[in-house]
């Protein structure tokens, strides 16, 4: 397997899907002295979907890796650094098969996109997950990321009751 930068010539616009599958969720609730989060599982495994594309027109500048395997893509990663405060977005890091989740793909494509961060100067990294994507939030945690924020209506005003709160992790990067 190995990684090559993605021309934004060759796609942007261009569409792309993936799945996952999840057992429970993290639960949030209010408290007197702030919030509590809670893992709940569902009452039956839940397969999700993410619909995007390749380099979005909300980014600023951004950079996108593709990991290849006979080349055939297999994950990507994408970010952009946000200028007005030094924080590197990681906008999408997507292994798009389950047979190739596992397997070290993730981690390379985070490594890459974390040294154009710290290459960029950025201070932090950030990206958004949801509540319900377990498999991520422990991918993020082993690679250092913590919980900094949460939006309880990021996406619909349900999304409480679809147990799919948007949580934002973020990486303090070293100094150069």
Same mark, same amino acid.
């Given at each position: 397997?190995?990684?090559? /930068?993605?021309?934004?010539?060759?796609?942007?616009?261009?569409?792309?899907?993936?799945?996952?599958?999840?057992?429970?969720?993290?639960?949030?609730? /209010?408290?007197?002295?702030?919030?509590?989060?809670?893992?709940?599982?569902?009452?039956?495994?839940?397969?999700?979907?993410?619909?995007?594309?390749?380099?979005?027109?909300?980014?600023?500048?951004?950079? /996108?890796?593709?990991?290849?395997?006979?080349?055939?893509?297999?994950?990507?990663?994408?970010?952009?650094?946000?200028?007005?405060?030094?924080?590197?977005?990681?906008?999408?890091?997507?292994?798009?098969?389950?047979?190739?989740?596992?397997?070290?793909?993730?981690?390379?494509?985070?490594?890459?996109?974390?040294?154009?961060?710290?290459?960029?100067? /950025?201070?932090?990294?950030?990206?958004?997950?949801?509540?319900?994507?377990?498999?991520?939030?422990?991918?993020?945690?082993?690679?250092?990321?913590?919980?900094?924020?949460?939006?309880?209506?990021?996406?619909?005003?349900?999304?409480?009751?679809?147990?799919?709160?948007?949580?934002?992790?973020?990486?303090?990067?070293?100094?150069?």
């Amino acid at each position: 397997m190995e990684l090559a /930068a993605l021309s934004k010539e060759e796609y942007k616009g261009k569409t792309f899907l993936t799945h996952y599958k999840t057992k429970g969720y993290l639960h949030i609730d /209010a408290c007197e002295d702030g919030f509590r989060f809670s893992y709940r599982a569902f009452g039956a495994e839940k397969e999700k979907s993410l619909k995007d594309t390749f380099f979005g027109d909300w980014l600023e500048n951004p950079v /996108a890796f593709g990991a290849f395997q006979d080349g055939r893509m297999v994950g990507f990663v994408e970010g952009s650094l946000e200028t007005w405060n030094r924080r590197f977005r990681i906008s999408n890091l997507c292994v798009f098969e389950e047979s190739h989740r596992g397997r070290g793909v993730g981690g390379k494509l985070m490594r890459q996109i974390l040294r154009t961060a710290k290459d960029c100067g /950025a201070r932090m990294a950030v990206l958004e997950t949801q509540t319900c994507n377990e498999k991520a939030i422990a991918f993020y945690k082993k690679h250092g990321f913590q919980i900094i924020g949460f939006d309880l209506y990021a996406y619909t005003n349900d999304d409480p009751e679809q147990n799919e709160i948007r949580l934002e992790m973020g990486l303090i990067l070293p100094s150069p």
